[in-house]
């Protein structure tokens, strides 16, 4: 017997053994891969456990993920897509930003994949449209140091403005996304939850005035927003749900107000001309049909899963820090997208103009 047949022979028996206990084989070649950009860290860390490792060992296929922020994200798809030199194949966007002009020039409509997740009760309505598959929905929220005060804890956006009351350092994001801080400089300044678009950008900007001694860091990164509560340098900031909660995991000394949140979520995105596609949808498909997996990545990142089945998986301790229907209806803030995106070029020139 040659080399080569003993080899195909050797191939061909490990198949019928293969077959012969029940496994089936690998349905992608090693070399199959699919890129995902992802914001690093915690959030990467909970992804590629419960999700992307998964995915691997079923399908065969590496997922690669690469670290950005998600302004980052947004101008490289951007280029990728005008050069035609397209190395992702996905990313995460904010639940606003895929409503907008700009993120339907450079993503892929998911029209026709969608269709095969319509009349899935367990799904919410829109956790599948052409402008992207919905990840996962959460906050941005006030997160505090609850050993930073004796007595009483803050409650609202007004009480990170008292650094009487509640002393220390102050935490905020800058990146091209302005409006939440704008929105809680004016939720603190006494503008009804109802009222406060269109925003006030002057008033915002004024009551910012007032904080900024007070403000250690301007985070652009999830990891950053963390560290500073690591390390003491602030002991109120605005920062994600998934990130608070994962402070909370570690051990850290961390609370936050369901009460002073701004309800957001994230939708993944099929970036146009992405190598590849085909592998890019299989990862999302199976997102969407594998509420168990969905439960676990919510579990550790303390986020609203699509599917209503995979809430009823995580358990009790755990849903019961999430925002609350009451939450939702009381005091959560869902932001006016449109008017966001109508107006994103002007909040920006006029943040960068103040924050400078």
């Known amino acids: 017997m040659t080399k080569r ?183 603190a300044d006494g503008v009804k939850r109802e009222n406060l678009f269109p925003l006030d950008v002057d008033r915002a900007l004024k009551k910012l005035d007032a904080l900024r001694p007070s403000i250690s860091l301007w985070w652009k990164t999830g990891d950053q927003s963390v560290q500073g509560f690591r390390e003491n340098d602030y002991s109120i900031g605005q920062i994600w749900l998934t990130r608070a909660s994962a402070l909370k995991a570690e051990g850290r000394s961390i609370a936050w107000s369901n009460k002073a949140a701004f309800l957001v979520g994230d939708r993944l995105t099929v970036i146009k001309g992405a190598p590849n596609r085909d592998n890019a949808l299989k990862l999302i498909a199976f997102w969407l049909d594998s509420p168990d997996i969905q439960a676990k990545v919510c579990e550790a990142l303390l986020c609203t899963p699509p599917s209503s089945a995979a809430i009823m998986m995580m358990p009790q301790a755990v849903r019961d820090q999430m925002p609350s229907a009451e939450d939702v209806h009381d005091s959560i803030v869902i932001p006016d997208a449109k008017w966001i995106n109508d107006h994103a070029s002007e909040l920006l020139e006029r943040w960068n103009n103040w924050v400078r």
């Open 5 to 187: 047949a003993a080899i195909r022979l050797s191939g061909v028996a490990m198949l019928c053994a293969a077959i012969l206990l029940g496994e089936t084989p690998n349905p992608a070649l090693a070399s199959e891969q699919v890129v995902i950009a992802t914001t690093g860290g915690a959030y990467d860390a909970a992804l590629r456990k419960w999700w992307f490792e998964p995915f691997t060992a079923k399908t065969g296929i590496q997922v690669v993920s690469v670290a950005a922020t998600n302004a980052e994200m947004r101008a490289k798809a951007t280029a990728m897509v005008k050069t035609g030199n397209v190395s992702w194949d996905l990313y995460p966007d904010g639940e606003i930003q895929v409503s907008s002009k700009d993120h339907l020039a450079i993503s892929e409509l998911l029209d026709s994949f969608c269709t095969q997740f319509r009349g899935r009760q367990d799904l919410v309505s829109d956790a599948c449209i052409p402008a992207g598959v919905r990840l996962f929905s959460t906050a941005t929220l006030m997160a505090y140091d609850p050993q930073a005060f004796k007595g009483n804890q803050p409650v609202t956006w007004a009480d990170m403005w008292d650094t009487s009351k509640f002393p220390g350092g102050r935490s905020f994001p800058n990146f091209d996304d302005p409006w939440r801080v704008m929105a809680a400089a004016l939720l």
